[in-house]
């Protein structure tokens, strides 16, 4: 079974594919506000948020972004019987976005000076994702 930890690790956890639709409408041009007003719980559309924040020069709004993008992949990764720790494969498209999320709380949160935050943040996407980790920084 792929993802299965012969050493009694978690499982991998694979998010249901619920952003496809928000996927589709971001890869087409279509704003990520637009995108995230239609799809809440989008974490994509938040991370790009986030993105587009942090490059205009925005830290305080990148992060309130992908905070949000980080708390909705948490309630999502919850209701995928994840149990807070544990891989969440890049590999897995639906994963993307919580990952970026995640990637992008961290790096507002060094830009403000949360020192704490952004360690906590990168230790998660690399025990999470080490491809991500690799991807994304």
Do not use: Q
Request: charged share 25%; hydrophobic share 35%.
């Amino acid at each position: 079974m792929p993802g299965e930890d012969l050493l009694g690790g978690p499982p991998e956890t694979h998010l249901p594919d619920d952003e496809a639709t928000a996927r589709e409408a971001l890869e087409s041009g279509i704003d990520p506000a637009t995108v995230a007003a239609s799809h809440p719980s989008a974490t994509l559309a938040w991370a790009e948020l986030a993105d587009r924040a942090f490059v205009n020069g925005d830290a305080v709004t990148s992060y309130a972004f992908a905070r949000t993008g980080y708390h909705r992949g948490l309630d999502k990764l919850r209701r995928a019987g994840w149990k807070g720790h544990g891989p969440v494969p890049w590999e897995h498209v639906p994963n993307r976005g919580f990952l970026r999320a995640l990637y992008a709380l961290g790096r507002a949160a060094e830009s403000i000076g949360e020192t704490d935050e952004a360690t906590r943040c990168a230790e998660f996407l690399r025990d999470s994702s080490p491809t991500a980790a690799s991807e994304l920084t």
